[in-house]
Structure formats: C-alpha cells, structure tokens
C-alpha cells in the first residue's frame, strides 16, 4: 500500500506569509495527488488536483507542483480564512490514502 | 448545483449493523463514481470505498473489507454503505463523496457532504 507523509504537522503563520506544506508518498504516483482544506466542523474542499491543477472557484494564492514522490501545496499570501488543516490524497492506486493532515494557524 | 445529503447515522451496539444512504442532486449522477469517506472524531481523513457509475466495481478499505458493502441506484440518485459487524474503531463522521475522473481514473473527491455521525458502543 502506498501511504502518504506530511510534513510539517502544524504550521503558524502571519497573514501576507508564503506557507509550504511538503507530502511524501512511499512510493512513485505520477502526478496522482489531490489536495483539501478543512475547516473546523466543516466537510473538506477540493483545492488541487493532478498535482497541480486548481480546482475551480478556489483563489490563486493556492498552487500545487511536484511529480513521483514529492508534492508541496503553497499559499502565496496568506490570508485569515485559510485557517485550517490540510491533507493531501494519493490517487494512483487503491487503497487510496491521505496524509495525516497539517493544521494551518494564524498568528 | 451539487448536493449531496447523508443520512442513516446514529448509534449502535458493536456487533450491529446499519446502512447509511446518500441522496444526490444537481448532476447526472450515473456519470461519476462515488464514494464514502469517514473520519473518527479528532482524527484525520479515512478513505472508506469506491463504486463505479454502474456499480459493477467496489473498491474497499482494508479496514471494512467484508463488513462494509457500496451500492447504488442510478435511478434515484443514491449511494448507500451497509455497515455490518461494526466495532467501536468504526466510530466517525461518514462523508459521501462524489468522485472526478480523469481519463476514467478516478482523480479526487470534488464534492462532500455534511457528513453523518455514527457511534459504535454497548
């Protein structure tokens, strides 16, 4: 099975920051990852998907890059509502897993 | 625009079963696989099963293998998951999911809902 890493496992961050969340995953998955945002009590939103695609209706200041093993989610100026935890989601094969989540502060 | 309504949650007694349903709206729905994912409470997100447009292939968590089965009914926009045998470590918020493709592979999960509570005690 394919299991997924991410690091750090909580950030806290200033308003205006860039933020970098990094997922590993064990093993190559292509460009196969997704990755959510979720709010406290909330279900998760889609953010990217195919490692790098923008899901519509999500702002610019989310992008996703990375290819095999290495994947990283940035926010290019953060902003207060981005207040949440994070997960990526390996879609290369099944049984599809997700990272353990980074929670997302703001100072 | 895309709903998706859970219901079906509530309490049980370990050992017991219980089928959750989930009616869907504002999409062709026989056009997209679908899913249940589930989180237990203060912990992270659990990847449960897939079912595809014509419920023909169901894909399953190791965890729920033989416990757990997907359907669906195309015909009144529904998914469901029987839940049987279920164990205290079942306990979660179980979130239906409707599943994006790319290419026939199922990509990422574009749409959740609420989610629906269900506790697994004696």
């Known amino acids: 099975d394919i299991q997924m890493t991410q690091s750090p496992s909580s950030v806290s961050a200033s308003v205006g920051d860039r933020v970098a969340i990094t997922c590993r995953a064990s093993q190559d998955i292509g460009s196969w990852v997704a990755w959510y945002q979720q709010k406290a009590g909330k279900a998760p939103v889609l953010l990217i998907y195919a490692a790098s695609t923008l899901q519509s209706g999500v702002p610019s200041r989310f992008s996703g890059s990375g290819s095999g093993t290495d994947f990283i989610l940035t926010i290019s100026s953060l902003q207060p509502e981005d207040s949440a935890t994070y997960y990526c989601q390996q879609a290369k094969r099944f049984p599809i897993a997700f990272g353990q989540g980074t929670r997302l502060e703001i100072k | 625009q895309v709903h998706l309504a859970e219901s079906g949650g509530g309490l049980v007694k370990p050992g017991g079963s219980l089928r959750l349903s989930c009616a869907a709206s504002?999409?062709?729905?026989?056009?997209?696989?679908m899913g249940w994912m589930r989180q237990a409470p203060e912990k992270g997100l659990e990847w449960v099963s897939y079912i595809s447009t014509t419920g023909s292939y169901t894909n399953y968590a190791d965890s729920v293998m033989g416990r757990f089965t997907i359907s669906r009914d195309n015909a009144k926009n529904s998914v469901f998951l029987q839940m049987d045998s279920l164990r205290a470590d079942d306990t979660a918020v179980y979130y239906c999911?409707?599943?994006?493709?790319?290419?026939?592979?199922?990509?990422?999960?574009?749409?959740w809902g609420r989610g629906t509570l269900v506790t697994v005690s004696s």
């Open positions: 999911a409707r599943v994006m493709d790319i290419v026939l592979i199922p990509a990422a999960i574009d749409y």
């Open positions: 504002g999409f062709t729905f026989s056009d997209y696989y």
